[in-house]
């Protein structure tokens, strides 16, 4: 079985890019902490990550740097030969789903705040994610 959870914390904003054949496919890094009792210093790992199609989207639509994720998905190990004949192996994390655990990111807040500053008085506003939260969950979720 090739199962992989993870809880961390985003390294970086993830990179969102469209393949010519249409598909989304987005890279971020997770860092992961594990405890060792006894004074000990804690031990943080980096896991590349990767996430295709709708999920993708998600991810570069809502998540950024710092934020606490859940992940599950499979272990993929890659290679390639770059131009000078090296060959380069990767081992990276294809993500089946994500839940967001600690919630919008400050640019998210960020954006939220200018538009209500931006909106006239009485004005409905949109949620910065331009979605409610209920349908921001479910899509998550997926």
């Not at 998600?58 to 390639?80: A, H, M, N, P």
């Not at 400050?106 to 705040?113: G, L, Q």
């Amino acid at each position: 079985m090739n199962k992989v959870m993870l809880v961390g914390r985003l390294t970086r904003d993830p990179e969102l890019r469209s393949l010519p054949s249409g598909k989304h496919v987005s890279t971020f890094t997770v860092a992961t902490n594990e405890y060792r009792g006894g004074g000990n210093p804690e031990r943080t790992e980096y896991h590349p990550c990767v996430a295709w199609d709708r999920l993708a989207e998600i991810t570069g639509q809502f998540l950024s740097k710092g934020q606490l994720v859940d992940i599950e998905g499979r272990l993929q190990t890659r290679q390639w030969d770059d131009d000078a004949g090296k060959r380069h192996w990767k081992t990276e994390v294809v993500v089946a789903s994500l839940e967001m655990l600690s919630g919008r990111s400050k640019k998210e807040y960020a954006k939220e705040a200018q538009a209500v500053a931006d909106a006239p008085d009485g004005a409905p506003t949109i949620a910065a994610n331009g979605a409610p939260n209920e349908a921001l969950e479910a899509v998550v979720a997926m």
